[in-house]
């Protein structure tokens, strides 16, 4: 049977994440900016989600009748160079970025926390070997680290996933030591060490769920990035592999026939610059949300 003490107490300990929710809800709807990415967001994993429904055409079936024909109502983005059909190539493609871009991110996570968690909670040498791999890495330009293990793993999805994945673990490495640095000097922290938590008790309960909040904001800016690394390396040939639609190889195609037919590098460029465009518009109204100082 609780007491009236400790129900007094525990009454605002349950309250108060609900109104930093609710407030962060709030801030993220009057932000315009946030609202626009997160319909375009919404609306390209509508298209990857439901492709065989929204898809018009058969991606992979060509038409020699129909090769590089102009938009029209038959062919609504046109045709490329062996009569498929652009529009239903796009919405397959959008498949392969989103899937590139989440699970890129997803490899990264598991990946850089528990090193970042490790390093900023142990500190010592641990911190000094981690923190030194981690600049290490953080030397090399993001592209070039993720072409080079892409190469060396060998052209595939799967494989330029884990490439772009163990190329942005560093930046997530980084972060969440920074984050787990400031906030095991907090007051609770340092009761629940005093308490006699364990390590691993104070790094799930107290520390790992105060981390999130940033990770998700770079987590989410991260896969934009992931999404034009995958368009990259399938552009080099490194990415998904013909004839299965890709915006990065229908670029690369498209490199050809520029005067020819423009509509064939217009569409796939537009397609990234508005999937990127629009994570990068959540990212950032995700950080103005959660961002504590912010109380307005």
């Given at each position: ?10 009454a ?30 919404l ?12 898809a018009?055409?058969?991606?992979l ?78 030397a ?5 680290l993720?072409i ?100 990065g ?10 005067t ?7 569409f796939p ?13 959540l990212?950032?109204?995700?950080r ?9």
């Amino acid at each position: 049977m609780s007491t009236p003490i400790a129900t007094s107490v525990a009454a605002p300990a349950m309250v108060a994440p609900a109104r930093r929710r609710h407030r962060a809800w709030h801030k993220f709807k009057r932000n315009r900016g946030a609202v626009f990415g997160a319909i375009v967001v919404l609306i390209f994993a509508i298209l990857a989600l439901f492709a065989p429904w929204i898809a018009t055409h058969d991606p992979l079936q060509t038409s020699f009748m129909a090769i590089r024909k102009a938009p029209s109502a038959a062919m609504w983005l046109g045709s490329d160079e062996l009569g498929r059909d652009i529009f239903s190539r796009l919405v397959y493609g959008a498949r392969a970025s989103l899937m590139a871009g989440v699970v890129s991110v997803l490899i990264a996570l598991a990946v850089g926390v528990p090193f970042g968690l490790i390093s900023g909670y142990f500190g010592g040498w641990t911190d000094s070997i981690i923190s030194r791999a981690t600049e290490a890495l953080l030397a090399i330009p993001f592209l070039i680290l993720a072409i080079a293990l892409a190469a060396f793993l060998g052209p595939s999805l799967s494989n330029a996933m884990i490439a772009i994945g163990v190329s942005a673990a560093p930046n997530f490495v980084r972060l969440t030591r920074g984050q787990v640095l400031s906030i095991t000097k907090e007051d609770y922290v340092q009761s629940a060490r005093a308490l006699g938590a364990s390590d691993t008790r104070i790094i799930c309960r107290h520390i790992f769920p105060n981390v999130m909040p940033p990770l998700i904001v770079q987590a989410t800016i991260t896969i934009a990035t992931a999404i034009i690394a995958e368009a990259s390396l399938s552009f080099l040939g490194l990415g998904l592999q013909p004839p299965t639609p890709s915006w990065g190889s229908m670029l690369n195609t498209a490199k050809n026939f520029m005067t020819q037919a423009p509509w064939m590098s217009i569409f796939p460029g537009a397609a990234i610059f508005l999937a990127v465009l629009g994570f990068n518009m959540l990212g950032d109204g995700l950080r103005d949300a959660l961002d504590p100082r912010q109380e307005k």
